[in-house]
């Protein structure tokens, strides 16, 4: 049976690798947004494909909270403005998307990579609603900050194609590098978590029940004691 002290340690002791791993993350998801490939009058950054790979192969937590500190950084380094929470919401909707249907299969004890298809899929939506919700985002800061709306319209669309594109490129290359990884094991310590509390619960559980068959005991010993007092 595990004690109390033993299931905090071991609590912590995920919490920590937990936070060190989230914190690595949101680190190169920052460094990957000034990587960037020049396609003529367009740029493809690089930064989307990690987002990607959190989102099916992370916690719901975990991704979320790797998206939300890249995307800060990412603002913070290019400075604040009055919309700067606007612009770091449509980027959030992957992880909204797509963690939902990764901790589904989780409980089934089955992974994204082997459901190759859905997953394509979501990116594609989650791809799509990022656009949208950039084009909107866009909009608001175009009134705030007033300058002309109508002209990035073209080139956002355009953006939008090549943004789903790469998505889809980015999907199929992680499929097999989240494998390799799922097989060492690196995201067995981020559920671990999730384990422990399942299994603080059964402890708790079966110390009660013995402290209840204990308790049921005395109290029938104690009954037996009176009923020989009153006999004699």
């Known amino acids: 049976?595990?004690?109390p002290l033993e299931r905090g340690i071991m609590r912590n002791k995920s919490t920590v690798?937990?936070?060190?791993?989230?914190?690595?993350?949101?680190?190169?998801?920052f460094a990957l947004t000034f990587l960037k490939v020049d396609a003529g009058v367009f740029?493809?950054?690089?930064?989307?494909?990690?987002?990607?790979?959190?989102?099916?192969?992370?916690?719901?937590?975990?991704?979320?909270?790797?998206?939300?500190?890249?995307i800060f950084l990412e603002q913070l380094f290019f400075g604040l403005t009055p919309t700067t929470v606007l612009?770091?919401?449509?980027p959030l909707l992957r992880?909204?998307?797509?963690?939902?249907?990764?901790?589904?299969?989780?409980?089934?004890?089955?992974?994204?990579?082997?459901?190759?298809?859905?997953?394509?899929?979501?990116?594609?939506?989650?791809?799509?609603?990022?656009?949208?919700?950039?084009?909107?985002?866009?909009?608001?800061?175009?009134?705030i900050m007033d300058y002309p709306y109508a002209a990035a319209l073209p080139r956002l669309a355009f953006q939008t194609l090549i943004?789903?594109?790469?998505?889809?490129?980015?999907?199929?290359?992680?499929?097999p590098v989240i494998k390799i990884l799922r097989k060492n094991n690196l995201f067995n310590k981020l559920q671990k978590e999730k384990v422990i509390h399942t299994q603080t619960i059964d402890d708790t559980l079966a110390e009660n029940q013995d402290f209840n068959e204990i308790l049921?005991?005395?109290?029938?010993?104690?009954?037996?004691?009176?009923?020989n007092k009153k006999g004699s």
């Open 216 to 227: 049921t005991q005395d109290l029938k010993e104690d009954s037996e004691r009176e009923i």
């Open 163 to 175: 943004t789903i594109s790469i998505g889809i490129v980015f999907t199929i290359i992680l499929f």
């Open 87 to 90: 612009w770091m919401l449509p």
């Open 43 to 70: 740029r493809i950054s690089l930064g989307a494909i990690l987002p990607i790979f959190v989102c099916l192969s992370f916690p719901f937590i975990d991704s979320f909270s790797i998206c939300f500190l890249g």
């Open 95 to 143: 992880p909204l998307i797509i963690s939902p249907f990764t901790h589904h299969y989780y409980k089934k004890n089955e992974n994204m990579e082997d459901h190759k298809v859905l997953s394509i899929v979501l990116v594609i939506i989650a791809s799509l609603c990022v656009s949208l919700a950039n084009t909107g985002v866009l909009y608001l800061d175009s009134f």
């Open 1 to 3: 049976m595990c004690l």
């Open 17 to 29: 690798y937990r936070l060190a791993i989230d914190s690595i993350m949101a680190s190169v998801y």
